[in-house]
């Protein structure tokens, strides 16, 4: 079983950037292809991006594609979100996700995950 912390969320003005961390502990850390997710008020969560064990293998959803980087340090068992140009449907909260499985053809399902941190606020001002 892996624990996961996100931090880096905030209060950011609508153009500007975020880096969202999500640290894990309890189990080896390559064990567990990660992702993001994002949930709105009102709104269903959804995927925003994914990485593979080994960092090789990235996938975005469309509406953040050459927007925000996913990353992860292996050595720091630590996964990362860079932001830029953030706008105002960006706001959201941002968990983090993780399991041992990786399929192509449900990554950006949120029930293909097992583990889950507690999500970080991002708030984008106009």
């Known amino acids: 079983q892996v624990d996961l912390v996100e931090s880096g969320g905030g209060l950011v003005q609508a153009g500007g950037s975020l880096r969202l961390s999500c640290t894990a502990s309890g189990d080896t850390f390559t064990r567990y292809a990660m992702a993001w997710f994002r949930q709105a008020p009102g709104k269903e969560r959804e995927f925003v991006s994914a990485?593979?064990?080994?960092?090789?293998?990235?996938y975005y959803a469309d509406s953040v594609k050459g927007r925000f980087t996913i990353s992860r340090d292996n050595a720091k068992d630590t996964m990362y979100l860079r932001m830029v140009s953030l706008t105002l449907e960006d706001a959201a909260v941002y968990y983090c996700?993780?399991?041992?499985?990786?399929?192509?053809?449900?990554?950006?399902?949120?029930?293909?995950?097992?583990?889950w941190g507690q999500g970080t606020q991002v708030t984008v001002s106009s």
């Open positions: 996700a993780a399991d041992p499985t990786f399929r192509l053809s449900d990554y950006v399902k949120p029930s293909l995950y097992s583990y």
């Open positions: 990485i593979s064990w080994s960092g090789d293998y990235t």
